[in-house]
């Protein structure tokens, strides 16, 4: 099974490291979750593609969390249980396509749990985009 090419809106498994596990010194995320790739882009120096990438929780949005929730049908068409889930705009995390931490869904059958609609994706990346002019993206630069 290979590995595809990263597309934007394509849903991994991925072991994001929240902004407080990075603030107590922790290199990896404690889980592997769902994680939506915003961007992939090819270093001219290196040749590697880097991604950006947001979670997916089922943990309702705390006071100053900037979330979208999964719509019951997109949850569905990814695979996602039942449970209400959300992408963390506000939370990202910029890895190697290449990094150990991003693995398959279902080991040797399927990489990706799927992607989102493109509404989705845009709304996520209208908000991260606003994040990020306001200082309030938090990302966590990866090194494999």
């Known amino acids: 099974m290979q590995k595809p090419e990263p597309e934007i809106g394509l849903v991994i498994r991925y072991d994001f490291l929240w902004s407080h596990e990075r603030e107590k010194g922790f290199e990896e995320g404690a889980k592997e979750r769902p994680c939506v790739i ?16 947001a979670p997916i929780t089922h943990s309702e949005p705390q006071k100053g969390t900037v979330a979208l929730e999964i719509p019951t049908k997109v ?5 996602l249980d039942d449970e209400r889930s959300y992408i963390i705009a ?16 279902i080991a040797g059958k399927q990489w990706a749990y799927g992607k989102i609609p493109k509404g989705l ?22 090194k494999s």
Do not use: F, Q
Not at 38 to 48: C, L, P
């Open 38 to 53: 915003v961007t992939a882009v090819v270093r001219k120096d290196t040749g590697e593609t880097e991604i950006l990438v």
């Open 75 to 79: 949850g569905k068409h990814l695979g």
């Open 90 to 105: 506000n939370e990202s995390n910029s890895v190697a396509w290449n990094d150990p931490g991003i693995v398959p869904v």
């Open 121 to 142: 994706y845009d709304a996520l990346r209208a908000s991260m985009l606003d994040l990020l002019n306001k200082k309030r993206l938090k990302t966590a630069v990866r």
